[in-house]
């Protein structure tokens, strides 16, 4: 994989008081980044422009076989930590203030090639203590020159 990537990322979460999909919510980005391998881990590095906001996000994705760390810093800063089977619970800030999520991952699965990952996750998140939803996450990597996405 080369250092310039473009990185696609892709969720949905399913409503706490529904099962029905066509109550989920889709989010998406698309965004340039830097990729780079160091001890075991993938790391992903890119920014993120919130709309609404003048600051930057700055974004580090951090991928390993059985997790998928998330850290954000800017106009909201958190520290999520997905791990198979494991609850982690970090405080998330935001403009408008801080809450307490859970994060409860039960799958990971990673595939790798040599110009593209492709991490799949699928979580149960609690804010505050309560349950908010089940989620997933999609997180595409490839090589900007081989990317078949674009910005």
Do not use: W
Request: hydrophobic share 35%; proline share 2%; net charge negative.
């Amino acid at each position: 994989m080369t250092k310039d990537i473009l990185l696609k990322i892709s969720g949905l979460q399913f409503s706490a008081d529904s099962d029905d999909i066509n109550d989920s919510e889709p989010v998406e980005i698309i965004a340039p980044g830097e990729y780079y391998y160091k001890n075991g881990k993938h790391y992903i590095l890119y920014d993120e422009v919130v709309e609404g906001f003048e600051n930057v996000t700055k974004n580090v994705l951090k991928l390993q076989k059985d997790s998928l760390e998330i850290t954000r810093r800017g106009s909201s800063n958190v520290h999520m930590i997905f791990e198979k089977d494991r609850k982690n619970m970090t405080c998330y800030s935001t403009p408008f203030g801080s809450m307490m999520m859970g994060i409860d991952a039960h799958s990971i699965s990673i595939e790798e090639s040599e110009e593209e990952i492709h991490a799949q996750v699928a979580y149960a998140l609690d804010v505050n203590y309560e349950h908010l939803a089940d989620c997933t996450i999609d997180l595409y990597v490839q090589s900007k020159d081989q990317s078949h996405f674009s910005l």
